[in-house]
């Protein structure tokens, strides 16, 4: 599933429809995680596109009198200008000079508009924008989760994912299993040092490009991808030599996710 870094891609390759009248929209097939109907976007057409927002996963198209909230799921794609129609396009949006295709091959994302595209927004602060770090390291030591779970979890902090929570670990040199009620201020510290560090690489490679993630940017023939998966210190390297200090990486699964990591940087503390 695309994770920050891949969904702020996405949001600055669509800044050119910042401003642009939403002439027509074309629902080609609704079935989406939760049905697109025409209605769902009749309040903002033939109004102008204010800004695109990212918070978390989730990307916004605000009009003035609603807001347009997408989640790309596990296939979902959200490019501009694409001339060829693709079998799974699901929403077109067509404004002045460019037009938007919302792609989804196995239906896991979705649209939604007014009170129900509010209420699932994600309730944690975004982990890229800042973030008040008194009240999440106060959730995260109050927990008996592993850190790892708190992390990922979008009620805390919004936007992190799999990958780059692995990442962010072996960064703060804590393991993947500890405890948020076990660690201690130096280990949070390190954990709040590594998120913008790590969100910041991988925004900057364009995301990781290990499945279904693609972008395009205007006026490319071809779809872009990311190149943050040539820079994993850990992730999907079980096996692997640790590039800091030549333990073998190590895969361990925790809540039917697979969490990678370096015995010797990331010591347990499990007793």
């Not at 990442?167 to 998120?195: Q, S, Y």
Request: with cysteine.
């Amino acid at each position: 599933m695309p994770e920050l870094p891949e969904v702020e891609t996405v949001r600055r390759s669509l800044l050119p429809l910042e401003g642009q009248r939403l002439k027509e929209i074309h629902v080609e097939d609704g079935r989406l995680r939760y049905r697109v109907t025409t209605k769902l976007t009749q309040k903002v057409a033939g109004e102008r596109l204010r800004v695109i927002e990212r918070i978390g996963k989730y990307l916004l198209l605000r009009f003035p009198s609603d807001f347009l909230l997408f989640h790309l799921g596990m296939t979902g794609r959200i490019l501009i200008g694409q001339k060829e129609k693709s079998p799974y396009l699901k929403l077109r949006l067509q404004f002045e000079r460019d037009q938007l295709d919302f792609i989804d091959v196995r239906r896991f994302g979705f649209v939604l508009s007014g009170a129900a595209a509010a209420n699932a927004l994600p309730k944690g602060e975004d982990a890229y924008r800042g973030f008040d770090k008194k009240i999440v390291a106060q959730r995260i030591r109050a927990s008996r989760a592993p850190v790892k779970s708190i992390l990922l979890d979008q009620k805390i902090l919004a936007g992190l994912g799999n990958i780059y929570v692995s990442e962010i670990l072996f960064l703060a040199k804590v393991h993947p299993a500890t405890r948020g009620i076990d660690l201690g201020d130096v280990a949070v510290a390190c954990i709040f040092k590594a998120i913008p560090k790590v969100l910041q690489k991988a925004i900057e490679s364009k995301g990781s490009s290990i499945s279904d993630f693609v972008y395009a940017l205007p006026g490319e023939k071809e779809y872009s991808t990311g190149n943050y998966q040539k820079k994993f210190l850990v992730y999907s390297r079980d096996g692997e030599p640790c590039k800091v200090c030549g333990a073998t990486i190590q895969k361990m699964v925790q809540s039917a996710r697979s969490s990678f990591f370096c015995p010797e940087c990331q010591p347990s503390r499990l007793a």
